[in-house]
Nanobody, 125 residues
Framework: QVQLVESGGGLVQAGGSLRLSCAAS????????MGWFRQAPGKEREFVAV???????DYADSVKGRFTLSRDNAKNTVYLQMNSLKPEDTAVYYC???????????????????WGQGTQVTVSS
């Protein structure tokens, strides 16, 4: 069974850091782009970051300069390092993968077919 499992969420004060992990199982994800999205209460799911199979990254303007996405293909895992966290970063964070290998790096949720269960990130002011 192919699945994504996020971890690393929690409660942190504003200005602090967290590192989210997304471990993939059931297939090799080295040739798949991997993305992170987040959804705050009452809001739509929004794009956070994506990394292509080659390591090219793209970020939402709201997190540029603060978040860094990386991948370790040997471990089938991607990491989202989040620094200088703000209360507005509070949300459930979801990891996602496309359904097929591609050189693209989608920034829309419609581009992804496989989703993790999410991990809560809460930033207190």
């Amino acid at each position: 069974q192919v699945q994504l499992v996020e971890s690393g969420g929690g409660l942190v004060q504003a200005g602090g850091s967290l590192r989210l992990s997304c471990a993939a199982s059931g297939r090799t994800f080295g040739t798949y782009p991997m993305g992170w999205f987040r959804q705050a209460p009452g809001k739509e799911r929004e794009f956070v970051a994506v990394i292509s199979w080659s390591g090219r990254t793209d970020y939402a303007d709201s997190v540029k300069g603060r978040f860094t996405l990386s991948r370790d293909n040997a471990k089938n895992t991607v990491y989202l390092q989040m620094n200088s966290l703000k209360p507005e970063d509070t949300a459930v964070y979801y990891c996602a993968s496309t359904s097929a290998p591609t050189t693209a790096a989608p920034t829309s949720a419609r581009g992804f077919r496989l989703w993790g269960q999410g991990t809560q990130v809460t930033v207190s002011s």
